[in-house]
């Protein structure tokens, strides 16, 4: 079947600096997307989400871009810091919202070194 | 504060039985779902539900049960047909067609002995 996938299974980054974490998503049909962080042992957090009518959309230290041409999605975390450390999923989904099912990709592990 | 709850937060099943993992949201949300996560793996769907005594599988419903009596609970059973049930379960939830993100639960990690 379709799914999510990632470039990079690991990203490591200095504090302070900006980390991009890129996902590929081979569904053309998806038009819903989400970013999740989950740190070890707990339940993923949202972090930020966009619509295939978007190409961008930033949060508090995030942005989120998506290419529709190449099917990719990419999260950036402006002035990264240790917190950030955690493993980042995006999702994808088809029909607008996550009311039905969301597909994940495998996650990147995002380490912040101070 | 609204949220969802997990429990237990470790449990541990012997070959052959059945276990019930809990799910309860007190969000007002509609629709309620199972992911089971494996170790560096991504989440896979089990069972979701979108009203009240109705569910359909996910892509990995063998060997699970679920049931949505109530809006707020939405229970898991592992039942001894699961193979490889030790894995982490994460229950989530959303509103209905509102198009928000999920809201997770802290997780259960599940380990036959």
């Known amino acids: 079947g379709e799914s999510v996938g990632l470039h990079l299974p690991t990203l490591s980054v200095q504090e302070g600096d900006n980390s991009i974490i890129n996902c590929a998503y081979s569904?053309?049909?998806?038009?819903?997307f989400i970013w999740y962080k989950q740190e070890s042992g707990k339940g993923p957090q949202f972090i930020i989400d966009?619509?295939?009518?978007?190409d961008k959309r930033q949060g508090q230290r995030v942005t989120v871009l998506l290419n529709k041409t190449v099917k990719h999605l990419s999260l950036q975390i402006a002035a990264t810091q240790p917190g950030d450390s955690a493993v980042y999923f995006c999702a994808e989904s088809v029909g607008g919202t996550s009311y039905g099912k969301l597909t994940f990709g495998q996650g990147t592990i995002l380490t912040v070194h101070p | 504060d609204g949220g969802i709850t997990q429990s237990p937060k470790y449990l541990f099943r012997k070959e052959g039985q059945n276990v019930t993992l809990s799910c309860e949201q007190n969000l007002n949300h509609d629709a309620m779902y199972w992911y089971r996560q494996d170790p560096g793996q991504g989440l896979r769907l089990i069972y979701y539900?979108?009203?009240?005594?109705?569910?359909q599988k996910g892509d990995i419903a063998e060997g699970y049960s679920v049931s949505r009596e109530k809006k707020e609970s939405f229970p898991l059973t592992v039942t001894s047909a699961q193979k490889n049930p030790t894995a982490f379960y994460l229950c989530?939830?959303?509103?209905?067609?509102?198009?928000?993100?999920?809201?997770f639960g802290s997780g259960t990690r599940l380990t036959v002995v």
């Open positions: 966009i619509r295939s009518n978007m």
């Open positions: 539900s979108q009203i009240v005594n109705d569910f």
């Open positions: 989530a939830s959303t509103r209905g067609s509102q198009g928000y993100g999920y809201t």
């Open positions: 569904n053309s049909a998806s038009d819903y």
